[in-house]
């Protein structure tokens, strides 16, 4: 049995329609699932023209029609977009309006377990909220629409592991939101994740918030205020968990296979040691040569992962984009997907 996975098309003006199809020119990805793209077949087709890769567009009135067979892109249409109606490389209204709703039917689709895992092509924030749709980003969208109280990002790569206590708020902000009891549920929610993607024994670190973990309080009081008794509830139940680990130290450690995972405190805490490890960049023709990372949002009753990238406008409607990164997520979605459903 393969796993039904949904793929979003992503903001038409960006790359996601061409990293989708270049995703799904790969008979690996047919081989473990069975992939569905959520999108519009005049965004589908422009890429299908403009990349050359000559795939079978296979329009389907509902998800049960899919048949998952190599080199035919099974796709729902919401007809969203009209020809020439959009433009590459611009941020509009009517490509977020369209990124917007592919999400939304994608969630209605995994709600109703119609397909078994979403995995999200890259969207435009100032977009989606040009057409009215006052979110932050994915995370912010799907916590909604599945009326979720509790949630956490996870970034992935090959190397490297991070689950967030905060993301998308200023610096200033994170430090307020940073109690004993997000620390622990984020934990938690690590943990959760490590055993969907096959770890028997998770060992979590947890990093400080202060340099040097605030130094015995020399600089700071939230690690013992907050983040040391999140860690002592989390032990309680069992969890594998060590911190505050020094911020400076605890991606080395991790790097070097001493974690499976490390809960950080803040966005950019964690998300600059997955870009440094997952991105490469070739300085002579300022292109990216390598994109591997993903971004998944744990806590939800759905399973949803996503590219560790945003929309590249400067590249969109050209042919260059790199579909690393939407391999990798639809690989992971896959893999949890058949954990939660149990699928051999």
Known sequence: ??????????????????????????????????????????????????????????????????????????????????????????????????????????????????????????????????????????????????????????????????????????????????TKERVYKVIKLAYDAMKMLDVESPHIAVAGLNPHSSENGLFGDEEEKYIIPGIEEAKKEGIDVEGPVPPDTVFVKALSGQYDVVVAMYHDQGHIPVKLTGFKLDTKTGRF?????????????????????GTAFGKAGEGRANEESLVDAIKMAVKMARYKFQIK
């Open 289 to 309: 040569t390598e994109v591997k990372g993903i971004n998944c949002t744990l806590g939800l009753p759905i399973i949803r992962t996503s590219v560790d990238h």
């Open 1 to 178: 049995m393969r796993p039904i996975i949904g793929i979003t098309m992503g903001d038409p003006a960006g790359i996601g329609p061409e990293i989708a199809l270049k995703a799904l020119a790969r008979e690996e990805i047919y081989k473990e699932c069975i992939p569905v793209v959520i999108g519009d077949y005049e965004a589908l087709k422009d890429a299908n023209e403009f990349t050359n890769l000559h795939l079978t567009l296979r329009e389907i009135p509902d998800v049960s029609e899919a048949k998952g067979i190599y080199k035919t892109v099974d796709y729902i249409n919401l007809n969203l977009l009209a020809p020439g109606s959009w433009e590459y490389k611009k941020v509009s209204a009517t490509c977020g309006n369209a990124a917007f709703n592919y999400v939304k039917k994608a969630i209605e689709l995994a709600l109703e377990n119609k397909i078994h895992a979403v995995v999200t092509g890259p969207i435009s924030k100032e977009a989606i909220n040009l057409a009215g749709y006052h979110y932050s980003g994915h995370t912010e969208i799907f916590a909604d629409l599945t009326k979720t109280k509790e949630y956490a990002m996870m970034l992935a790569n090959d190397n490297l592991k991070v689950v967030h206590v905060t993301t998308h708020v200023s610096l200033r902000k994170a430090c307020d939101l940073i």
